[in-house]
């Protein structure tokens, strides 16, 4: 067995993500390869900043009677 291992930094934190795979596969490597990378892009976009959009004030306005 193999080991395959990619890591992405999170809050100044390095996390490390591995996946294995049987030695002399290209498909088993290639599998696994994907499950490592889906394991990245899920992380990386649930650990995203969620964007919340704020109110603004109404500035006031001079009313003319």
Sequence with gaps: MGTISS???HHG?????AATF????KESFDVAQAE????LRERR???T???VRQSFRKKK???DD
């Design 7 to 9: 890591s992405y930094m």
């Design 13 to 17: 934190k390095r996390l490390k993500l």
């Design 22 to 25: 049987e030695e002399g596969s």
């Design 36 to 39: 490592l990378n889906a394991q």
């Design 45 to 47: 976009r649930a650990a």
């Design 49 to 51: 900043a969620k964007v």
């Design 61 to 63: 306005v001079a009313k």
